[in-house]
Nanobody, 121 residues
Framework: QVQLVESGGGLVQAGGSLRLSCAAS????????MGWFRQAPGKEREFVAA????????SYADSVKGRFIISRDNAKNTVYLQMNSLKPEDTAVYYC??????????????WGQGTQVTVPS
């Protein structure tokens, strides 16, 4: 079992930056792939970024590539999402997930409660 708690969300002006954190409990964190997803009002949850267990392999949605960076610190059981050059369309609830990669697709097995990111237009 893995429990995840996100933090770091808030309101930021367009062009600004935020860093989200996801603290995980459980002994299996360092062996799991981790991902970030987001859900905007009225839209389905969408993939944002993922990182493998070692941190050496990452993947991103096209909409955030070049602006967001996912990283992890296995010693701290924490995964991060550095978000730069934020746009109003990045406004959403951001969710952290612990899971696995199957055929190049990240599958979330455990989910956090989410943290709100708002970028006013």
């Amino acid at each position: 079992q893995v429990q995840l708690v996100e933090s770091g969300g808030g309101l930021v002006q367009a062009g600004g930056s935020l860093r989200l954190s996801c603290a995980a409990s459980g002994r299996t964190f360092s062996s799991r792939a981790m991902g970030w997803f987001r859900q905007a009002p009225g839209k389905e949850r969408e993939f944002v970024a993922a990182i493998n267990w070692s941190g050496y392999s990452t993947s991103y949605a096209d909409s955030v590539k070049g602006r967001f960076i996912i990283s992890r610190d296995n010693a701290k059981n924490t995964v991060y999402l550095q978000m730069n050059s934020l746009k109003p369309e990045d406004t959403a609830v951001y969710y952290c997930a612990a899971g696995r990669v199957i055929a190049g697709t990240f599958i979330g097995d455990y989910w956090g409660q989410g943290t709100q990111v708002t970028v006013p237009s």
